[in-house]
């Protein structure tokens, strides 16, 4: 069965640069969300969309925006990078008619230097 | 404060004994109990749900009660074996339709069972 999907799975960037995260839900999901675990942490959720609107918002900092596509696949598109950005960043989907469970993808490791 | 707190972050048993593994949690009032298991490195996996209305939930050999009276969800593990060590994460969902479902999550137990 096809998963959530996310790219890159790795990502090295300097302080004060700009990254963007992609994730493509599984098929006829509609909703998305995003979360960021710190090392040893527990995943800490960021924003969700559903049908391409935000749906909910979380701890995500200013510097940090996100959106749903038409084909329903989101972008985090996270901008003057800290330190502390450093983390694994997970998308997952469900579907809207049926919401109950999130399915996760396999992260994007972001380490920023 | 809201607080979700899962029993010892390291819970070592040996091979084809039961894991219990606890989850309680304060000023929530959750729709849902999920509990998802996450190997190092890797995207939690969803392993059992169970609603506010619902007691105990099985599938194979994972068990899962709710008690919403003393606010704690036992997950059990029967006949354990090696390739279920991981971490085991419980998650709340607050979802009754007027929002969508953000989890809040647990900081997990790390389950080690040796042979």
């Known amino acids: 069965a096809a998963g959530v999907i996310q790219s890159p799975r790795h990502l090295i960037k300097e302080k004060r640069e700009t990254a963007t995260l992609k994730c493509y839900p599984i098929p006829r999901h509609d909703t998305v969300y995003w979360y960021q675990q710190g090392p040893g942490q527990d995943p800490q959720f960021l924003i969700s969309f559903y049908e391409k609107m935000q749906s909910d918002k979380g701890s995500i900092p200013d510097r940090f925006s996100a959106q749903q596509f038409s084909d329903y696949h989101s972008e985090l598109n996270m901008s003057s990078l800290e330190l502390g950005d450093s983390a694994l960043y997970f998308c997952?989907?469900?579907?809207?008619?049926?919401?109950?469970?999130?399915?996760f993808g396999p992260g994007t490791r972001l380490l920023v230097l | 404060s809201q607080k979700i707190e899962q029993n010892s972050e390291a819970l070592n048993i040996q091979e084809g004994k039961t894991a219990t593994l606890t989850c309680n949690y304060t000023n929530y009032s959750p729709a849902y109990l999920q509990w998802y298991r996450q190997d190092p490195g890797r995207g939690p996996v969803f392993l059992l749900l169970i609603r506010e209305n619902e007691k105990e939930k099985r599938k194979e050999r994972l068990k899962v009660t709710f008690d919403t009276t003393l606010k704690q969800s036992l997950f059990h593990i029967t006949a354990s074996q090696p390739a279920d060590s991981a971490t085991y994460l419980c998650a709340l969902d607050l979802y009754r339709g007027s929002t969508l479902g953000r989890l809040y999550f647990g900081r997990g137990t790390q389950l080690t069972v040796w042979p």
């Open positions: 997952a989907s469900s579907s809207g008619q049926t919401k109950e469970t999130q399915y």
